[in-house]
C-alpha cells in the first residue's frame, strides 16, 4: 500500500483512499517477460525432436521459469491422436503451451503445431506474462520446425475440427469488398462474349511455341545446379524451341558458342562474388546479331521471348535477377555481366563555386608597410 500517492479531489489523505500495485514483469505487450527455459526444458526439446514416440509436450511458466509439464505418446495417425492429445491438457482457468508433432517432416526434422492456450476465466495477469513469454518460448524450440500456429481461448479454437478451419482460413483468398466483387461479377460477364466483324480485340503480344522434351530436360538439369548454360534455338519449320547447347562451361567462353548469323536465347547461371557475398542468380540474355539473320527469324525471336520468359518464371520457377539483349557475341564477358547486375553508385560531388572577380564584394582591410601611413597600421 502507498498511503502517501492518495488523493481526495486534490487533498492528500491517509484515511479515506488506498492503492495497492501490483508489480509486471514488462512494460507493454511489445515486450518480453524475460522469462527462460532451464535445463530441464532443453532435455524436454531434444528428446521431442528425436523420438518417435512422442507426439505432444505440454510447457507452462512455473516460478518464472518455463518448464516442461506434461507428454503425450503416439498412438496412430497425427489426426487421430489430436483430440485425445491435447484437449486434456487444456485447463479452464490456467494458460499453457502445446507443441504437436505432425507425421510430416521438414529438412531439419519433423513438423509441428505450436499451441497457445489463453481460457476466458484465466487471470490478466498470466494471459500478459504468457502473451510476452511466446516469442522467447518458440526462440528457444526453434522455429524452422514450426509450420502452423494456434491460439485459443475455447476448445473449439484448437480441437481437430478447428485446427482445419484455421488451415482453410488461411489458404482462402482475402476478402473482397462491395467494389471488388462487383467489378469481378463484370469480368465474369464479358467472359466469352460474342465476337463479330466490328469487335475490337488487343493484337497479340507474343507467340508461343512448345519446348522440345531434349530442351526442357537441360533446363531441369539446369535448375537443379547439374550444368550451368542452356542455349535454345527456334525451329522455324516446326515452330518448336529447341535446344542448341547445353553444359558447363566458363563464363568467358560463351562468346565463342553463340553464333554470329542467328539469334539465340541464353540461360545462365552467373557465379560471381560482390562484395565478399558468393551469388549465382540465373540471367536471361536474348543474342540479335542484327541484319546478319533474316527478318523473319528476328521477328519470331522477338514475339517468342515474351512468352518463353513467362513459362520459364511463372510455369517452372526461374527467377532472372536480368533479362538482357546484345547484338554481338563479344558482348557477353563477365565485366558486362557484372556490370549489368551491380550497376556503379553514382556519387554526387558538389560543383565548386566560381571566385568572383576583381573589385567584387565587400572592402577589406591592408596591411601597408610606409611609416607616413600609421607604421604598420591595417587600413582600409
Not at 488523493?7 to 489523505?13: E, K, L, Q, S
Not at 507452462?60 to 485425445?84: F, H, M, R, Y
Not at 492429445?85 to 505432425?102: D, F, G, N, S
Not at 509441428?112 to 524450440?141: C, E, N
Amino acid at each position: 500500500e502507498h498511503p502517501e500517492l492518495c488523493f481526495f479531489f486534490g487533498v492528500p489523505t491517509t484515511e479515506r483512499l488506498s492503492f495497492s500495485f501490483a508489480p509486471l514483469p514488462f512494460e507493454s505487450m511489445s515486450h518480453q517477460s524475460g522469462i527462460g527455459g532451464g535445463e530441464a526444458l532443453t532435455q524436454a526439446f531434444a528428446e521431442l525432436y528425436n523420438s518417435d514416440t512422442t507426439r505432444l509436450l505440454k510447457v507452462v511458466i512455473d516460478n518464472e521459469q518455463l518448464v516442461p509439464s506434461t507428454s503425450v505418446k503416439v498412438s496412430g495417425s497425427w489426426d487421430a491422436d489430436w483430440d485425445a492429445a491435447v484437449l486434456p491438457q487444456l485447463e479452464p482457468k490456467q494458460c499453457c503451451y502445446l507443441l504437436y508433432k505432425l507425421d510430416s517432416k521438414n529438412s531439419s526434422g519433423y513438423d509441428f503445431v505450436f499451441m497457445a492456450w489463453a481460457p476466458d476465466f484465466a487471470h490478466v495477469r498470466s494471459k500478459m506474462v504468457y502473451a510476452s513469454t511466446t516469442a522467447t518460448l518458440k526462440s528457444i524450440f526453434g522455429s524452422v520446425y514450426i509450420t502452423d500456429e494456434l491460439f485459443g481461448t475455447v476448445e473449439a479454437d484448437v480441437n481437430l475440427a478447428g485446427y482445419h478451419k484455421h488451415k482453410e482460413s488461411v489458404a482462402a483468398p482475402p476478402p473482397l469488398s462491395n467494389e471488388e466483387m462487383e467489378k469481378k461479377e463484370i469480368r465474369a460477364l464479358e467472359t466469352g462474349v460474342e465476337i463479330g466483324a466490328s469487335t475490337k480485340r488487343a493484337i497479340a503480344t507474343g507467340v508461343q511455341f512448345p519446348l522440345e522434351p531434349a530442351a526442357q530436360k537441360k533446363l531441369d538439369q539446369l535448375k537443379a545446379g547439374g550444368i550451368n548454360y542452356v542455349q535454345l534455338k527456334l525451329d522455324l519449320q516446326r515452330e518448336v524451341i529447341d535446344l542448341a547447347l547445353g553444359e558447363s562451361c566458363d563464363v568467358h567462353s560463351i562468346a565463342a558458342k553463340i553464333p554470329a548469323d542467328s539469334s539465340r536465347y541464353h540461360i545462365y547461371r552467373f557465379k560471381h562474388n560482390h562484395e565478399g557475398d558468393d551469388q549465382d542468380p540465373f540471367v536471361f540474355v536474348y543474342s540479335c546479331p542484327g541484319y546478319k539473320c533474316p527478318v523473319k527469324e528476328r521477328m519470331l525471336y522477338s514475339t517468342c521471348k515474351g512468352p518463353l520468359l513467362e513459362e520459364l518464371e511463372a510455369g517452372q520457377g526461374f527467377e532472372f535477377a536480368k533479362h538482357l539483349e546484345i547484338g554481338e557475341a563479344g558482348e557477353f564477358t563477365h565485366e558486362w555481366l557484372y556490370d549489368q547486375l551491380h550497376p556503379a553508385k553514382t556519387v554526387f560531388k558538389a560543383k565548386f563555386d566560381r571566385p568572383k572577380k576583381p573589385g567584387k564584394g565587400g572592402r577589406r582591410l591592408l596591411r601597408s608597410s610606409d611609416p607616413q601611413l600609421g607604421g604598420g597600421d591595417d587600413e582600409e
